[in-house]
């Protein structure tokens, strides 16, 4: 571990950059670790599967039919990845826009986590595209179907991304010692901070919206004009869960990189992100309420779709949102964690419900995922994660910067 | 020079607006003058005899259909096939009815299209567009009627749907399916002549149609319009159809996009003026 922060110290008058990036290629620390040995085969299984997807069609490893178009793929990889990258957003909104210190030490692992999610998951799209070599249209050429809102949702994961990247490039920049350009980069934070929210806004909602047109082809219970709305909302709440979340389990595995200072720090911050979910959660719940109310949901109550309505709206958003306020009083962090875990499975339900679950519930034959779909899922997903780590065992994300950076303020 | 800048100006602005907006009338003007095409299906007269399905699976390369119709089996289209005849066993005996893209006036797989693949044609079939096409199958998600059917099993897959045979049209043909029916159950024309045919068919015999002409009305209209001898609820179809187009669905929210991008901007910015003075006082780092 020594030897990685003796990396970390590299500065422009060191060995030649691209020494130091084919040092810093090479992979660091233990090999056979459980994640390891479970995640590699998952990733190999997987790669086959896509090799097979392309050469034999979509149909070759998916249960998808011609009633239930999109499937896991969509409905998980993409429409819940988003949701749960929404912490990003958020998260910039608190730290740069309404200067809230207090967060300060959490957003750069936050937008990593939300970069590579958009990379990833959204990058699923290109598994679940029949024609995958037609993606530049929307973006190049005289192809522009602007009144589709999968086209705005297109154009707002490219540009989206790219901002993040920009939000996090001072990282880079510590990274490889790149003085100059780290204090270009770092100028550039509040615009595309400005930026990023607004696409965050418009494309977090967006994902609802594709679903208006299906109208006659998802449970009444999940479906509504405020679909787009309510997407918007709980994509508050599920980042912020996922942050929570994921900052737990960060704390640990790579607990030797964060300073004293910023570990005491992060209960506080949990306290913090624990009352934006619950206030988050109850503006949700109550529009819920509303859409319940007004869309006369009640003659479906008693069915078994009304039932896991219910599950949902009451054991998934009612119950986490009045732990996080109880958390509010008597200061319990293992309270927090729990409702963030909850609410995590509740938004999961959610997203699923208006996708697949929900979507052609009365169609003959259900679409049911294939073992294979979960396999690529999974493997999109550790692949996620071995960037993260490699990305956070070289870059000061955790750790603070390098002392030139604060020494030259 | 007898011109100065002032009335140039003038003369170029006057120029100008008669250039773009002249061109602009003039362009609406054209396209008002080609009406959509549509077809007009009798289930009265059909026999269900397959002929339309022969002809289509011979003219799109398709494999011929293996079943027929029959009561009690509910025949799909699919990616092999662009078109189904079903019977249905109903208050006036056994009726036939075929099923295949209905060529919606606002068709919600066209609005859906993110590059334009599925395209509204001014002559009034909808058509989709290989070339252009990522195989996103958002047109299937949206299409109130289920009709884009997809390729799941080729490495170059295909949507297969009914194209009205455009290119038929083209050349100035009219489709298969209307040229071959034995029967003369289909009828291909200008929508507006459709529907008086239609409305005339059901003044003159009174006792044999139900008085709605399926898709005059149904999801903003559309180009294929069905009479029908019993109300379309009792022959398979989808009854919860709204009468306005789809695409309107999702225009509230895409009339807010330029909204609140003009307006969030600005307002995140001010928030963050507004704040920025507690950062100094505070000495926080901003980066």
């Known amino acids: ?409 | 020079m007898g011109i100065d800048r002032r009335s140039f100006l003038k003369v170029l602005g006057v120029a100008g607006i008669t250039v773009t907006v002249g061109k602009s009338l003039a362009s609406t003007h054209n396209e008002k003058d080609i009406e959509f095409f549509g077809m007009l299906y009798d289930s009265w007269r059909c026999g269900g005899c397959q002929s339309c399905e022969i002809a289509c699976a011979e003219a799109h390369g398709l494999p011929k259909p293996k079943d027929e119709p029959k009561v009690g089996l509910v025949r799909k289209t699919d990616e092999t096939r662009r078109v189904v005849v079903n019977s249905y066993s109903t208050s006036k005996g056994e009726v036939f009815i075929r099923k295949q893209c209905m060529h919606c006036n606002q068709p919600a797989c066209a609005a859906a299209c993110l590059t334009q693949a599925m395209h509204k044609t001014k002559e009034g079939p909808v058509i989709w567009r290989e070339e252009k096409c990522m195989g996103c199958r958002y047109c299937m998600i949206s299409c109130p009627f289920d009709i884009p059917k997809f390729e799941y099993h080729s490495a170059n897959p295909k949507i297969q749907k009914c194209d009205m045979c455009y290119d038929k049209i083209m050349k100035g043909g009219i489709p298969i399916c209307a040229e071959i029916c034995p029967a003369d159950a289909i009828k291909f024309g200008t929508r507006r002549e459709l529907i008086s045919e239609a409305r005339k068919r059901i003044h003159d015999n009174p006792n044999v149609y139900s008085e709605v002409i399926y898709g005059e009305n149904e999801a903003g209209g559309t180009g294929f319009l069905y009479l029908t001898p019993t109300p379309i609820s009792e022959l398979g179809f989808n009854a919860s159809i709204q009468k306005s187009s789809y695409p309107e669905l999702s225009k509230g929210f895409l009339f807010s996009v330029p909204t609140v991008f003009v307006l969030l901007p600005p307002i995140l910015l001010g928030i963050y003026e507004a704040t920025k003075s507690n950062q100094t006082k505070e000495g926080g780092d901003n980066e």
């Open chain 1, 1 to 409: 571990m020594n030897e990685v922060i003796a990396h970390n110290v590299r500065d422009n008058d060191g060995k030649s950059i691209w020494k130091f990036l084919l040092s810093e290629l090479k992979p660091k620390g233990k090999m056979l670790t459980p994640f390891n040995v479970i995640s590699i085969p998952i990733m190999i299984l997987g790669l086959v599967l896509i090799v097979i997807r392309f050469w034999k069609g979509l149909g070759s490893i998916t249960n998808l039919t011609q009633d239930v178009p999109w499937g896991l793929w969509i409905g998980f990889d993409v429409v819940t990845g988003v949701a749960f990258a929404g912490g990003a957003y958020v998260l910039t909104f608190m730290v740069y826009i309404l200067n809230m210190h207090k967060y300060h030490s959490i957003v750069r692992v936050t937008v990593l986590n939300g970069f590579l999610a958009y990379l990833f998951y959204a990058g699923a799209l290109l598994l679940d595209l029949g024609r995958p070599w037609n993606v530049v249209n929307p973006i190049i050429g005289n192809n522009f179907g602007t009144s589709s809102v999968l086209f705005l949702v297109a154009w707002h994961f490219l540009l989206y991304m790219i901002a993040q990247l920009i939000e996090f490039s001072p990282a880079v920049a510590e990274w490889l010692g790149a003085r100059r350009a780290r204090k270009i980069l770092s100028g550039m934070t509040i615009a595309t901070v400005i930026f990023g929210i607004t696409l965050s806004t418009l494309h977090q909602s967006g994902l609802g919206a594709l679903y208006l047109m299906a109208k006659d082809k998802i449970h009444p219970l999940w479906y509504s004009d405020f679909i787009p709305i309510l997407f918007f909302i709980s994509s508050i709440f599920a980042g912020l869960s996922m942050v929570i979340f994921e900052g737990s389990i960060t704390q640990k595995v790579f607990s030797w990189q964060i300073s004293e200072k910023n570990e005491h720090a992060h209960d506080e911050i949990l306290h913090g992100l624990s009352k934006v979910c619950a206030v988050a959660m109850f503006a949700y719940f109550f529009l819920q309420v509303i859409v319940f109310i007004h869309g006369k949901r009640w003659e479906y109550m008693g069915t078994p779709m009304g039932n896991w309505y219910l599950i949902e709206v009451v054991g998934f958003v009612l119950l986490p949102m009045l732990l996080f306020f109880a958390s509010y009083r008597n200061r319990n962090l293992r309270l927090i964690k729990i409702a963030a875990i909850i609410t995590i499975i509740g938004v999961i339900m959610n997203r699923l419900d208006v996708t697949v679950i929900g979507f052609r519930w009365n169609a003959e034959t259900r679409y049911i995922p294939t073992w294979m779909e979960f396999v690529v899922t999974l493997a999109v997903m550790f692949t996620e994660i071995w960037i993260f780590r490699w990305v956070i065992n070289r870059m000061p994300v955790l750790r603070d910067s390098p002392a030139w950076v604060i020494d030259g303020k």
